[in-house]
């Protein structure tokens, strides 16, 4: 049986599968249930004040976020009432999945990667946490459309408050400074983007510095 399990992940319809369910329902499930992100130890929501990646300090924003939420959720229970569930899905939810694609796609690749390392506590540091990112291209329109963040990703992650469009600038700087430190990755995205879900299923237990496999 555990022959036939392994089998079936490596089937490549499986592979498109999951990769619909993360791309539709990734952002949201994460919102919700913290899932794909780091385990706190207890349950975990951005929708909730007690939550461990909330401050005592954050209280009152995550209320008034809530109530946003619940006000555009009122809303569309209204539009739909006044117009049509068909109406709503084409001109809202529609959007919003296709919003969640790419927010989900872009995160996807900038992170995971075979030639991403992870580092365990005592060989971690932020210089090293902040080059584990890939830069890619996703065209000149997409990459103008998107504020330069595919390909300038490095940048962000060292310098997270500087201004988008300082970003092209740095990238070019840090190129130079960081040499065979820096990763850029020119795979066309589709490719590239089934490559990390088919060979980036998991890291060893053992190990201070780790890779995806598969």
Known sequence: EDDHAHLDEEAPIVTLFWM?????????????????????????????????IFEARNFTDVVLSDLGVLITLAGLGNATVQTSFLSVFKFYVVPYLFVNFWLVLITFLQHTDPKMPHYREGTWNFQRGALCTVDRSFGKFLDHMFHGICHTHVAHHLFSQMPFYHAEEATAALKKKLGQYYVYDDTPIAVACWRSFRECKFVEDEGDVVFFKK
């Open 20 to 52: 619909v369910i993360q791309f539709l329902f990734g952002w949201p499930a994460y919102l919700i249930m913290n899932a794909s992100g780091q385990n706190y130890g207890r349950w975990t929501s951005h929708f909730h004040t007690w939550s461990p």
